[in-house]
């Protein structure tokens, strides 16, 4: 027993010793509790909407206080155009759209009844019936307010309409972030461990002394990657095409240009982990544990980023993942162009830059 002891004694001396395992047992959980506290929620909230009033009475106007004094919806605008609001969709500047007939409060007033149009971007399905859940329920209330006090019942009719998912596909919301994912993990799974492994079995030497340049190295060791990881892509777009029945509503060919860029982006990431770590181990937990969690939770497809505070909105900004499934949306479910998703590709471009930067500035730094 007492050597029993004298061994656990001695394995405490080397926790106590080693600051990455006290990393992982108390920092780790800590981030994690953290974080998952505030973006885990199924609430939707500060919800970029719109109202076309072409009613403009005073109805219309006390529900549209309504719904702006509801702290799940920002409104962008309260006078609009219909053409406006559909080109703040295909933006992405809204969520959902408000839009009251010309013959509103009359139709209320003297028939009883009056129809309100609802439209929501159904690619995020989850969150378009929210959304329409939330607007019923204010237009119920009003109604309620409306028949304390009147002789007849009036009704309020919601006219609900779904954008680019009629069918509340979850698979189209479901498909992007899935693809995000697992190209964030895969890639910089890859790559990570490619240098340090390198340095594990001794081979350093060789290619220190060969002729080659450091960022041909680099290169040499990120484009099979890339072949692989593009064969991927087009594995996981088959398969959302053909057995997820997901269609590909934009060009084939800009999503495989934006993709690859994203891959490159990736993989430097990888080689970033690679250079500055000493073991396959602590490269692949970098790359897997340490990339999962932030793109499952900052991408966009699990949890709206809107809900978050706004620290942690800001650190969404940093994660490439996320801009990638801003585009996958705009390009495979709108429909659109690259001058829909131009702001985004010169972020995962700028990302890219610094990475293989970094990169290759610490591969020097070895080398010397």
């Known amino acids: 027993m007492k050597q029993l002891l004298v061994f656990i004694r001695k394995e405490f001396y080397h926790v106590f010793r080693d600051q990455r395992t006290l990393?992982?047992?108390?920092?780790?959980?800590?981030?994690?509790?953290?974080?998952?506290?505030?973006?885990?929620?199924?609430?939707?909230?500060?919800?970029?909407?719109?109202?076309?009033?072409?009613?403009r009475d005073v109805v219309s106007q006390q529900i549209i206080t309504k719904i702006q004094s509801s702290s799940y919806f920002n409104l962008q605008q309260s006078v609009m155009r219909y053409d406006d609001m559909q080109r703040a969709f295909r933006e992405g500047k809204i969520k959902a759209a408000v839009i009251f007939p010309t013959n509103f409060n009359d139709d209320l007033r003297h028939l009883g009844t009056a129809q309100v149009q609802l439209i929501t971007d159904a690619s995020d399905p989850n969150t378009a019936k929210i959304i329409t859940n939330y607007i019923t329920a204010i237009l119920?209330?009003?109604?309620?307010?409306?028949?304390?006090?009147?002789?007849?019942?009036?009704?309020?009719?919601?006219?609900?309409?779904?954008?680019?998912?009629?069918?509340?596909?979850?698979?189209?919301?479901?498909?992007?972030?899935?693809?995000?994912?697992?190209l964030m993990i895969v890639c910089t799974t890859l790559t990570s461990v490619s240098i340090v492994r390198e340095k594990e079995l001794g081979?350093?030497?060789?290619?220190?002394?060969?002729?080659?340049?450091?960022?041909?190295?680099?290169?040499?060791?990120?484009?099979?990657?890339?072949?692989?990881?593009?064969?991927?892509?087009?594995?996981?777009?088959?398969?959302s095409v053909y057995v997820l029945n997901v269609r590909v509503q934009g060009s084939i060919f800009l999503l495989f240009g934006e993709s690859a860029l994203f891959i490159i982006c990736c993989l430097s990431l990888g080689l970033l982990i690679s250079n500055v770590t000493a073991s396959q181990q602590v490269a692949m937990l970098i790359s897997m544990m340490g990339m999962m969690l932030p793109t499952m939770l900052f991408t966009g497809f699990m949890f709206p980023i809107e809900n978050m505070p706004v620290p942690l909105q800001v650190i969404s900004?940093?994660?490439?993942?996320r801009w990638y499934y801003l585009i996958v949306k705009a390009i495979m479910l709108k429909g659109l162009g690259f001058g829909a998703v131009w702001k985004e590709t010169v972020v995962l471009v700028s990302m890219t830059l610094v990475l293989l930067g970094i990169s290759l500035k610490n591969f020097n730094i070895r080398l010397a």
């Open 203 to 239: 081979t350093m030497e060789v290619l220190l002394v060969s002729p080659f340049k450091p960022i041909l190295v680099l290169i040499a060791k990120a484009v099979p990657y890339l072949v692989l990881s593009l064969l991927d892509f087009i594995l996981i777009l088959l398969l």
């Open 140 to 182: 119920g209330g009003y109604q309620q307010q409306l028949n304390a006090v009147a002789a007849v019942p009036h009704q309020i009719q919601t006219e609900t309409r779904m954008l680019y998912n009629p069918d509340m596909n979850g698979s189209l919301n479901f498909i992007p972030g899935v693809l995000a994912l697992i």
């Open 23 to 55: 990393l992982i047992l108390f920092g780790l959980p800590t981030a994690q509790i953290l974080l998952f506290g505030f973006t885990l929620s199924s609430e939707v909230k500060n919800v970029n909407l719109a109202v076309v009033d072409f009613a």
């Open 317 to 321: 900004n940093l994660v490439p993942s």
